[in-house]
Every structure is written in C-alpha cells, then in structure tokens.
C-alpha cells in the first residue's frame, strides 16, 4: 500500500484564529490529494480536491476562503482552516492514491481540530 | 448522488465469533473500499474490490456490482476487530477520489 500522513494529529485552538494542517505522501508522488472531513459519530464527506500547481477544487457547500488548500509540491498538500469558529470542530483527514487509474485510496491519520 | 447504506449499525460479539456486514449501493461503481476506523481515527485499508472476491486472513470480501451491494465477512471475531467499519464506493463519472462512504457499522468484540 501507499502512506499517507497528517500532522498535527490534534489540535486546540482559540475562535478565531487559523490552524494548518499537512499532508503528506511519504512513499509516492502525488499530484492529487483529497480531504475529507467527519463530524463525531458520523461518516466521512469529501471537502475538496488539492491539486498540485493548481487550484484546488471544492466540493458544493464547502466555503474556500474558509478552507484554504495549498499543494506546493508532489508531496505535500496543507488545509488552513482560517478564523475558525466551534462549529469547524471537526475531525479532518487526507487521502491519495499511489496509482490514479487504479483508484484506491489511502488516508492519513486524520487530525482532530477543537476550537474553543 | 449515490446512496450507501451499510447494515447492521450495530454488531456485537463475542471474541471467537463470525459475522458478516452489508454495503448496499444505488448506482454503479468504478470503485469500492471497505475500511477499519480505529478508535484513533485512523482508516485503515481492508479490501479494494469493485468486483469479485478477496480474501486477506480471517478477513474476505465479495462485491456483486450487478446486484450492487457488497459483503464483508469477518470470521474468529478478536477484541481487535472492535471499531466502525465502513463501505465506500466512487459512483461511475464522478473524480476517482471522490468516495461516497456509508454510515458505518460499530463493531464490539467481546472476551
């Protein structure tokens, strides 16, 4: 399989600022990454597309200037959550594929954002 | 869009147990994932089987895309295997890395 992995794995922060959070694919080259979100006890829904020396791509309802998503390399792919507020409590995780046209996907450890 | 429903929500166990989990699906897929979410958080990567049958130690899959719904079959259940375990697919026309998950089902195994 492929390794994908998410740093910070927690995070607690005050309303209002922003927090960043990092993907990365340890093993393979990724020029796409995807990340998900999942409220506690629920499932996990795509938030947004990163794509590497593009624009990310963002799934209906989710606000992009809320979530601002930076792919500077092949590697690495960083979601700010920016002047966040309790309700982007969440717990955030990334995934990519080490073979695009095969289509499986691995995900990182997540990481689990708490706004006070 | 695509509708994922898993079945039973709930399963409990006593360590030594088999069990078998359903993933329904209401369109057709270029991909299915089953997953285990451990209580970190983390998902961990069972089986990627958009058709057929797998088998990966005391753990197998069959996905009958014609019928649209796959199995996930656990069998010497161990308090390990405690977790929610997942069924997504990726609905045909749709990015290879948007994947349309299930509600999950919560797995206890008990000694």
């Given at each position: 399989?492929?390794?994908?992995?998410?740093?910070?794995?927690?995070?607690?922060?005050?309303?209002?600022?922003?927090?960043?959070?990092?993907?990365?694919?340890?093993?393979?080259?990724?020029?796409?990454?995807?990340?998900?979100?999942?409220?506690?006890?629920?499932?996990?829904?795509?938030?947004?597309?990163?794509?590497?020396?593009?624009?990310?791509?963002?799934?209906?309802?989710?606000?992009?200037?809320?979530?601002?998503?930076?792919?500077?390399?092949?590697?690495?792919?960083?979601?700010?959550?920016?002047?966040?507020?309790?309700?982007?409590?969440?717990?955030?995780?990334?995934?990519?594929?080490?073979?695009?046209?095969?289509?499986e996907?691995?995900?990182?450890?997540?990481?689990?954002?708490?706004?006070? | 869009?695509?509708?994922?429903?898993?079945?039973?929500?709930?399963?409990?166990?006593?360590?030594?147990?088999?069990?078998?989990?359903?993933?329904?699906?209401?369109?057709?897929?270029?991909?299915?994932q089953?997953?285990?979410?451990?209580?970190?958080?983390?998902?961990?990567n069972?089986f990627y089987i958009?058709?057929?049958?797998?088998?990966?130690?005391?753990?197998?899959?069959?996905?009958?895309?014609?019928?649209?719904?796959?199995?996930?079959?656990?069998?010497?259940?161990?308090?390990?295997?405690?977790?929610?375990?997942?069924?997504?697919?990726?609905?045909?026309?749709?990015?290879?890395?948007?994947?349309?998950?299930?509600?999950?089902?919560?797995?206890?195994?008990?000694?």
């Amino acid at each position: 399989g492929a390794v994908v992995s998410q740093h910070p794995s927690r995070v607690i922060c005050k309303s209002g600022t922003s927090v960043k959070i990092e993907c990365r694919s340890l093993d393979f080259q990724a020029t796409t990454m995807f990340w998900y979100r999942q409220f506690p006890k629920q499932s996990l829904m795509l938030m947004a597309t990163s794509n590497e020396g593009s624009k990310a791509t963002y799934e209906q309802g989710v606000e992009k200037d809320k979530f601002l998503i930076n792919h500077a390399s092949l590697t690495l792919s960083t979601l700010t959550v920016t002047s966040a507020h309790p309700e982007d409590s969440s717990f955030y995780i990334c995934s990519a594929s080490n073979a695009p046209g095969n289509g499986e996907l691995f995900f990182g450890e997540g990481s689990r954002l708490t706004v006070l | 869009g695509i509708q994922v429903e898993q079945s039973p929500p709930d399963l409990i166990l006593q360590e030594g147990a088999n069990s078998t989990l359903r993933c329904n699906f209401s369109d057709s897929v270029n991909n299915l994932q089953w997953f285990h979410q451990n209580p970190w958080g983390q998902l961990i990567n069972l089986f990627y089987i958009p058709s057929g049958t797998k088998q990966n130690g005391r753990l197998s899959a069959t996905t009958v895309a014609t019928e649209r719904y796959s199995l996930l079959y656990i069998s010497s259940s161990q308090t390990t295997d405690s977790g929610v375990y997942f069924c997504a697919v990726n609905a045909g026309g749709t990015s290879y890395g948007k994947l349309t998950f299930g509600q999950g089902t919560i797995l206890t195994v008990h000694p």
